[in-house]
């Protein structure tokens, strides 16, 4: 079946750190690959996706990049700010469209000046 | 951007009345729309997939007579809880696709009810 494994959290860093949040996925078929992001008291926000191997997603300074190889989408930025303190959800959508999304855990990020 | 609504943001209601929540997708037509549940510093759990025209179709475990969805229009769907108690109390959010080969699901602001 399919799923997504993200890394577990809390992460905390410093302002301008580097950010590499883990996600690996299983799947059948050629799904697409999503980062969304939740700040506190809020709804989901679409980060970044990318709908087939190699390709890669960016947004604010986030990227993410298709890897059918190793079967992951990895979320890194070069700089991070306080500003992005929040919790990240790695997720798929299987081949067919109109089809629910399937999340990882999240993962809480929290960036300290 | 494809924008979604959801109302109310916030409810408190007594434990036993019902309550509904809309979702609205504003810029674009959603023949499917999804509803998932949050509980505190958790993911997502898919409760329901709404169908424009036809009856939703219900995750295991989530009772269809408590938490029923109606799917009225391409722009509009509700999520009624129905005779709530405590333990309904939760974040509940939407999501609508544009569909057109789409993947891409847009997620509503959520919506806090709190059953006293």
């Known amino acids: 079946g399919n799923s997504v494994t993200q890394m577990e959290g809390p992460v905390t860093l410093s302002e301008e750190a580097f950010l590499t949040i883990n996600c690996t996925y299983t799947?059948?078929?050629?799904?697409?690959l999503f980062w969304y992001v939740q700040y506190p008291g809020e709804g989901l926000q679409l980060l970044l996706k990318?709908?087939?191997?190699?390709d890669k997603g960016s947004n604010k300074g986030f990227e993410a990049t298709y890897r059918k190889e190793t079967t992951s989408f990895h979320l890194e930025k070069g700089s991070v700010q306080v500003s992005d303190s929040a919790v990240y959800f790695c997720a798929l959508s299987p081949t067919q469209a109109g089809t629910a999304l399937i999340f990882g855990k999240g993962t809480t990020l929290s960036v300290s000046s | 951007g494809a924008v979604v609504s959801q109302h109310p943001s916030r409810v408190i209601c007594k434990s036993g009345t019902s309550v509904k929540i809309e979702c609205r997708s504003l810029?674009?037509?959603?023949?499917?729309m999804f509803w998932y549940r949050q509980f505190p510093k958790q993911s997502l759990m898919l409760m329901a997939t709404s169908n424009e025209g036809s009856k939703a179709t219900y995750e295991q475990g989530v009772e269809k007579d408590k938490f029923l969805i109606n799917h009225a229009s391409l722009t509009l769907s509700t999520l009624t809880v129905t005779s709530a108690h405590p333990e309904d109390s939760s974040f509940y959010i939407c999501?609508?696709?544009?569909?057109?080969?789409?993947?891409?699901?847009?997620f509503g602001p959520g919506t806090r009810l709190t059953v006293l």
């Open positions: 999501s609508a696709s544009p569909g057109s080969g789409s993947s891409t699901q847009y």
């Open positions: 799947a059948t078929g050629y799904p697409s």
């Open positions: 810029d674009f037509q959603a023949t499917t």
């Open positions: 990318a709908t087939k191997a190699d």
